[in-house]
């Protein structure tokens, strides 16, 4: 019975030797190879052997052959319908195959035949694939009282409440894990992730650093250091760090779009791109990466091609109105004022409160003449936020266009009060 590994921690690693080396035997493979020649032989004496099936299954599932593995659990299973390993397993070789109703029904099964931890394990990880977060955290609840002595159950646990952004509740768990594991890197560096989203930078400087030495080869944890310095302004140091995941894993999608954080942020537009393009190209997915790729190229007045990143981000986060006001943005930015004004009510639809999607709608009607819709535009925005002096200033000038001069210079006045810059020229042009 096999216990699942979480497919969103570290990817394997690739091996390049210096010099031409024969390629080495895979001895497990081997291993599996004469496993299922052992216990075939064994069916050839006992057919009905429930176990034999099993022994096949299994070594089929360390094969990857998992709908072959499905074959040998099944009849296994037809002659032992209480076969909880069986059961399990069959769950995992279900998931593999991206059955994931199957997978959850077999571990479901395992359960009501006999409670064990690993089941609860396996279907909580299913479950927190599918973003299921609370129901994965109730069935590690479950694993950790039949065992509270494995540290893979608190590590887990923790990232399913890192997730929920309970960070107390994950630290908590992480630090269990420790306890049990003083040498488990991985929970040093998810720790150390969940004291960054506490803002303890340096509490998560000191966990990313300890895992890194007690495993140099953690890119996970040179990623999660290197997102700490960030948020302390050290854009250098976390270079150096994201350098170093990638050394370790070239296929990091994390490690690359947070590399390319640190060139949009010190403007160096290309270098995002490429860097948020490598993101995407090792996971097509990546939702982070297609909108940052988008803000390099508005930074870069390619907003055509933002207009692009920001439509695959909204594909993969409909729920985000920010997508929505930015694709806007991009597309006032090409004149094109009614498909920005659909975006900007889509965002507003979304979250109601928005107040420069108000202030990009109004300035899109003024664009469109409609200097009445404008100033309903403005005014919401003003509702929401009395201090803006964006939308003052921007009302004023919808309402001077709208002959109602007196309303216009008030406004006017009102946005020079709160700092608008662009205010005092207004005045002089229009009010005096």
Avoid: W
């Avoid at 109105?321 to 094109?336: T, V, W």
């Amino acid at each position: 019975m096999k216990k699942l590994l979480l497919s969103t921690l570290l990817v394997p690693l690739f091996a390049h030797s210096q010099t031409p080396a024969a390629k080495p035997i895979n001895t497990d493979s081997i291993k599996n190879v004469n496993i299922i020649k052992y216990y075939t032989k064994a069916l050839v004496v006992n057919p009905n052997d429930a176990t034999s099936y099993y022994k096949i299954g299994d070594a089929k599932l360390d094969l990857d052959l998992f709908k072959e593995s499905i074959e040998s659990f099944d009849k296994a299973i037809a002659l032992d319908s209480n076969y909880v390993d069986a059961y399990i397993d069959r769950g995992n070789a279900k998931d593999k195959l991206k059955d994931i109703d199957g997978a959850v029904a077999d571990y479901t099964t395992s359960i009501h035949i006999k409670p064990t931890g690993k089941a609860f394990y396996n279907r909580a990880i299913v479950k927190k694939n599918q973003r299921d977060y609370q129901g994965s955290i109730t069935d590690y609840d479950e694993a950790i009282k039949i065992d509270p002595t494995d540290e893979d159950y608190f590590l887990n646990r923790g990232n399913a409440k890192n997730d929920l952004k309970d960070y107390k509740g994950a630290i908590a768990d992480y630090s269990q894990a420790i306890a049990l594991a003083p040498l488990f890197s991985k929970a040093y560096a998810n720790r150390g992730l969940a004291k960054y989203y506490s803002k303890d930078y340096s509490g998560a400087i000191v966990d990313c650093t300890h895992s890194i030495t007690l495993n140099p080869k953690e890119a996970i944890a040179y990623n999660d250091r290197g997102l700490t310095y960030i948020a302390i302004g050290n854009f250098s140091t976390a270079l150096v760090d994201f350098n170093n995941a990638l050394l370790i894993d070239p296929q990091y999608p994390d490690a690359y779009n947070n590399r390319g954080l640190i060139k949009l942020k010190t403007k160096n537009y290309l270098g995002s791109i490429n860097d948020f393009t490598s993101a995407i190209k090792y996971n097509s997915q990546y939702t982070s990466g297609y909108f940052n790729r988008a803000l390099a190229n508005d930074a870069l007045n390619r907003f055509s091609d933002a207009i692009d990143d920001y439509s695959e981000y909204i594909k993969l986060a409909p729920n985000d109105a920010e997508g929505y006001f930015r694709r806007g943005n991009s597309k006032f930015n090409l004149e094109d004022y009614p498909s920005a004004i659909l975006d900007y009510n889509i965002a507003i639809r979304m979250y109601d409160n928005y107040t420069y999607a108000y202030i990009n709608r109004g300035l899109a009607k003024l664009h469109q003449d409609d200097y009445k819709g404008a100033v309903e535009d403005y005014t919401k925005a003003i509702s929401i936020d009395s201090k803006n002096a964006d939308a003052y200033n921007d009302r004023g000038y919808a309402e001077h266009m709208n002959n109602d001069k007196d309303a216009a210079c008030a406004d006017f006045n009102q946005a020079k009060a709160l700092g608008n810059t662009n205010a005092e020229a207004n005045i002089t042009k229009y009010c005096k």
